[in-house]
C-alpha cells in the first residue's frame, strides 16, 4: 500500500517562508501527477500546486502564483512545496496527494500538515 507522508507544516508571520515535502513509501507505484491541495476552515479543499511525473510540468492555482515552487524528486518519490510571502489567508491544512496511474483523479492522500501564518 502506499503512503504520502507530509512534513514541514508549521506556523510562521507573514511573508515568511515554508517548505513542504511530502514521501512517497511502501508498495511501489506509478504516478501521472503529485500535487498538494489544502483546506482552510469552512472552505472548500483546492487545489495549491501539481506537477507532472513524467516531465515535471507544473500547474499553479492562481492564488498561489509567484510565490509557491512545486518540484520533484523523482528516484525519492518525494515531491516539495517552496511556500514564500506567505500571507494569513495561507492557512489551512496541506495535504500531498497523487494520481497514480490509470487512475481518473486523484487517488492516494496524505494525513496533512497545518501551516499557519500569523500577521
Known amino acids: 500500500q502506499v503512503q504520502l507522508v507530509e512534513s514541514g507544516g508549521g506556523s510562521v508571520q507573514t511573508g515568511g517562508s515554508l517548505r513542504l515535502s511530502c514521501d512517497a513509501s511502501?508498495?511501489?507505484?506509478?504516478?501521472?501527477?503529485m500535487g498538494w491541495f489544502r483546506q482552510a476552515p469552512g472552505k472548500e479543499r483546492e487545489l495549491v500546486a501539481r506537477?507532472?511525473?513524467?516531465?515535471?510540468?507544473?500547474y499553479y492555482g492562481d492564488s498561489v502564483k509567484g510565490r509557491f515552487t512545486i518540484s520533484r524528486e523523482i528516484r525519492k518519490y518525494t515531491i516539495y512545496l517552496q511556500m514564500s510571502s506567505l500571507k494569513p489567508e495561507d492557512t489551512a491544512v496541506y495535504y500531498c496527494?497523487?494520481?497514480?496511474?490509470?487512475?481518473?483523479?486523484?487517488?492516494?492522500w496524505g494525513q496533512g500538515t497545518q501551516v499557519t501564518v500569523t500577521s
Open positions: 496527494s497523487a494520481q497514480r496511474v490509470g487512475a481518473r483523479d486523484y487517488d492516494v
Open positions: 506537477i507532472r511525473w513524467a516531465n515535471g510540468e507544473p
Open positions: 511502501g508498495r511501489t507505484f506509478s504516478a501521472h501527477a
